[in-house]
């Protein structure tokens, strides 16, 4: 059974980082691509961040334009765990963030962030 668990969300200051992870089960990540995903109130879901399935040892990255330089997404293949590190926080990624795998289109529970003083 593929299930995906988020967690490390919390409340922190803008200009702080966060570290969430995905844990995964069912599935090896490093065999996927792998999302991270947000929705901020009253809008739409956002992809934040991909990670591609394992090529020849590396997983190619990809980011929204408004986290670009400042989230990073990468694997820990001996944990089978997804992380999404996040620095230099704003309020405005004040959000719900959730993993997803689009291959089994299997989706977490959700961690909330918020981002303010």
């Known amino acids: 059974q593929v299930q995906l668990v988020e967690s490390g969300g919390g409340l922190v200051q803008p200009g702080g980082s966060l570290r969430l992870s995905c844990a995964a089960s069912?599935?090896?990540?490093?065999?996927?691509?792998m999302n991270w995903y947000r929705q901020a109130p009253g809008k739409e879901r956002e992809l934040v961040a991909v990670?591609?399935?394992?090529?020849?040892?590396?997983?190619?990255?990809n980011y929204a334009d408004s986290v670009k330089g400042r989230f990073t997404i990468f694997r820990d293949d001996d944990k089978n765990t997804v992380y999404l590190q996040m620095n230099s926080l704003k309020p405005e990624d004040t959000a719900v963030y959730f993993c997803?795998?689009?291959?089994?289109?299997?989706w977490g529970q959700g961690t909330q962030v918020t981002v303010s003083s």
């Open positions: 997803h795998s689009p291959s089994f289109d299997a």
């Open positions: 069912g599935f090896i990540v490093r065999s996927y691509m």
């Open positions: 990670i591609t399935q394992d090529v020849r040892g590396v997983g190619y990255r």
